[in-house]
T-cell receptor
């Protein structure tokens, strides 16, 4: 079993839809990242959070430490949001970073 | 302030050759991390280095792979005698000494193809 599980694996949405991507983890963490990876591209860190909620433009990330769960929301989705979204957690022991396998999002015009 | 830089972005090697991947951390960053993303798989931690020191190499394959981060110059991930299974995207990330390891900034990656 992976330390980090994401759902769904693939997601197709119409432009303008509200999108939610979920992440559950089983290890004790010091922080959680949401990362974005465009096809053939590099990785961009969208959020780093250890509690509560963060908002940046149309993106919102929340984390519930007790339930070991985080969600990434995209409001008013746009085709340029099409990418793979990866949840990554920094463990609270050692230097380990655990990654989910990613959610592939396609937003159709 | 330039971000984390990796080169080359794409590298093609024949089986048995050596691959050298370079990572220049962000200015002021002294911690470097290497990750590998195999096709259809998630990212996996390989190694964590500080200047002239390997701190954690628990994710590195035992043979053919080595990493260094010299006092001057970029961090190098070296793969000797490459095999087809080494084909992957290799990402590095860096963090400044004053922040925890999870405050990492990622590079664009090097895509290695072994033919």
């Amino acid at each position: 079993k992976n330390e980090v599980e994401q759902s769904p694996q693939n997601l197709t949405a119409q432009e303008g839809e509200f999108i939610t991507i979920n992440c559950s983890y089983s290890v004790g963490i010091s922080a959680l990242h949401w990362l974005q990876q465009h096809p053939g591209g590099g990785i961009v860190s969208l959020f780093m959070l250890s509690s509560g909620k963060k908002k940046h433009g149309r993106l919102i990330a929340t984390i519930n430490i007790q339930e070991k769960h985080s969600s990434l929301h995209i409001t008013a989705s746009h085709p340029r949001d099409s990418a793979v979204y990866i949840c990554a957690v920094g463990g609270n022991t050692g230097n380990q970073f655990y990654f989910g396998t990613g959610t592939s999002l396609t937003v159709i015009p | 302030n330039a971000g984390v830089m990796q080169n080359p972005r794409h590298l093609v090697r024949r089986r048995g050759q050596e691959a050298r991947l370079r990572c220049s951390p962000m200015k002021g960053h002294s911690h470097v991390y290497w990750y590998r993303q195999l096709p259809e798989e998630g990212l996996k931690f390989m190694v964590y280095l500080q200047k002239e020191n390997i701190i954690d190499e628990s994710g590195m394959p035992k043979e053919r792979f080595s990493a260094e981060f010299p006092k001057e110059g970029p961090s190098i991930l070296r793969i000797q005698q490459v095999v087809r299974g080494d084909s992957a995207a290799y990402f590095c990330a860096s963090s400044p000494p004053s922040l925890a390891f999870y405050e990492q900034y990622f590079g664009p990656g090097t895509r290695l193809t072994v033919t």
